[in-house]
């Protein structure tokens, strides 16, 4: 997970592995701890992003979930509401971050200071991710 701010920087971020049995079933558990994640931040309006499109339409619909989902789409709904977080789609390009620190985590290439000093290359992502999100 990557949290940025407004204007497109990095502010916070984790990772974590767990076992899932579907990609939609991983994307939501991702959706549902950045929920948790960003419980505690105070400020402006928080907006959860994924490019998972059925991920983002079980988070907000009233539509029943599949059963290999519901309380983790239970959970985000929940959340989404309590915490009055908007959940969004956005283009696979405009969330490259997140991709290539899940591909550095998996791999144990992500560097444990990331957030604080983040490489050039993270720097970049952050970068193309917002530009790609404005277009």
């Known amino acids: 997970m990557v949290v940025r701010n407004k ?3 990095l502010v916070d971020g984790s990772t974590a592995t767990f076992p899932v049995s579907s990609i939609l079933q991983g994307e939501l558990e991702a959706i549902r701890r950045a929920c948790y994640m960003v419980e505690g931040l105070k400020g402006s309006p928080i907006m959860i992003e ?3 499109k059925r991920a ?3 988070s907000v619909s009233e539509f029943v979930p599949p059963w290999e989902v519901f309380a983790v789409v239970m959970d985000i709904r929940k959340l989404v509401q309590q915490l009055n977080l908007k959940v969004e789609w956005v283009k696979r390009s405009a969330n490259k971050i997140a991709h290539q620190v899940a ?4 791999k144990g290439q992500l560097n444990p200071a990331w957030i604080s000093t983040p ?3 993270l720097l970049s992502l952050l970068y193309s991710d917002v530009s790609n999100a404005e277009l």
């Not at 591909?103 to 998996?106: G, L, V």
């Open 7 to 9: 204007v497109g920087e």
């Open 50 to 52: 994924s490019d998972n």
């Open 56 to 58: 983002i339409e079980l």
């Open 103 to 106: 591909a550095w985590a998996s």
């Open 119 to 121: 490489s050039v290359s």
